[in-house]
T-cell receptor
Framework: LAKTTQPISMDSYEGQEVNITCSHN???????ITWYQQFPSQGPRFIIQ???TKVTNEVASLFIPADRKSSTLSLPRVSLSDTAVYYC?????????????FGAGTRLAVHP | GAGVSQSPSNKVTEKGKDVELRCDPI?????LYWYRQSLGQGLEFLIY????????KSGLPSDRFSAERTGGSVSTLTIQRTQQEDSAVYLC???????????FGSGTRLTVV
């Protein structure tokens, strides 16, 4: 399983764009990059997943460069409710067996 | 159901007692996972069930921990002779057998006193 490295914590202010970068230097050909969000006292929630280039949904964008050794989760115009822990994971597509290993994540604090 | 349901939401038990934690996955989800999360920490993988395959028990911390999944649906995590270090939130998740995301329950907060 590819190891991921991301900042322990980040601070931002309401209305700003937040970019959280994750490095995964030993990512394999069949691996996908997946991000989860966890609020206090809740289980993690799937945010976005991608393989290469850019993926966008109603919550976030995910930017993946050509070498795929890193990825950046972009949250546009954050609000106080975006304060959470964000986990970057690398998921190997193996025809059904997908065991997610969570690291420590990035603790994002959004300030007024 | 609409989501993953876990019960109880909170459990306080005395050291040395056995506890059972229940997880009802989303209907039709073939994969089911148990994790635990200590206060302020990340998620620790415990066990994984996929269809009729043998479960991946590689994350169970000791032989006091066991889990079963009956009829490919409901799962029970059992902790025997609980210790104070077992205190944590136990999270269950289910998914389809593909790359779509896991859906987590809200967890069971276990406190061993």
């Amino acid at each position: 399983l590819a190891k991921t490295t991301q900042p322990i914590s980040m601070d931002s202010y309401e209305g700003q764009e937040v970019n959280i970068t994750c490095s995964h230097n030993n990512i394999a050909t069949n691996d996908y990059i997946t991000w989860y969000q966890q609020f206090p006292s809740q289980g993690p929630r799937f945010i976005i997943q991608g393989y290469k280039t850019k993926v966008t949904n109603e919550v976030a964008s995910l930017f993946i460069p050509a070498d795929r050794k890193s990825s950046t989760l972009s949250l546009p115009r954050v609000s106080l409710s975006d304060t959470a822990v964000y986990y970057c994971l690398v998921l190997m597509f193996s025809g059904g067996y997908n065991k997610l290993i969570f690291g420590a994540g990035t603790r994002l604090a959004v300030h007024p | 159901g609409a989501g993953v349901s876990q019960s109880p939401s909170n459990k306080v038990t005395e050291k040395g007692k056995d506890v059972e934690l229940r997880c009802d996955p989303i209907s039709g989800h073939t994969a089911l996972y148990w994790y635990r999360q200590s206060l302020g920490q990340g998620l620790e993988f415990l066990i994984y069930f996929q269809g009729n395959s043998a479960p991946d028990k590689s994350g169970l911390p000791s032989d006091r921990f066991s889990a079963e999944r009956t009829g490919g649906s409901v799962s029970t995590l059992t902790i025997q002779r609980t210790q104070q270090e077992d205190s944590a939130v136990y999270l269950c998740a289910s998914s389809l057998a593909d790359l779509r995301g896991y859906t987590f329950g809200s967890g069971t907060r276990l406190t061993v006193v």
